[in-house]
């Protein structure tokens, strides 16, 4: 497999393959800090609805390094995403990303310091859902 960015895409993401339709990989960059792991997706993946709980700070930012991907806010319309774009969540949003049905996409997500912070895994975006995306 060819490298899409100058981030290495990593190992498969086991440990949170359960939260993911389709496969992912994940490098960490850095552990200390601030947290900020490198998010590969195959073409159709895409991870399940997730809130980013912190009483004060926290949530996540995305940096997209190559592909095309897409980014929905619960109630709002998908953002479509392409290297170079940024997006900060705040915490406490209920949200998901993934890649466009027909492109590889990665992004690195930077885990934004906080107080209690802590992650919900919610339901799967739904196939019918994800081939309506505009």
């Known amino acids: 497999m060819k490298e899409l960015s100058v981030f290495p895409i990593g190992s498969t993401n086991d440990a949170y393959s359960h939260f993911f339709i389709g496969q992912s990989y994940l490098n960490m960059i850095s552990t200390e800090q601030i947290s900020i792991g490198n ?9 399940n609805w997730h809130i980013h709980y912190a009483d004060n700070g926290g949530g996540q930012i995305l940096l997209v390094t190559a ?36 492109s590889w996409f990665q992004h690195l997500t930077l885990e934004v310091p906080g107080e209690n912070c802590k992650t919900e895994w919610c339901e799967p975006v739904s196939d019918e859902e994800y081939r309506n995306l505009k």
């Open 39 to 47: 998010v590969t997706f195959e073409p159709g993946c895409r991870n």
């Open 67 to 102: 592909g095309e991907g897409w980014y929905r806010e619960w109630g709002q319309p998908a953002r479509k995403l392409r290297a170079g774009d940024t997006v900060n969540i705040p915490a406490n949003v209920k949200h998901w990303h993934g890649v466009s049905a027909d």
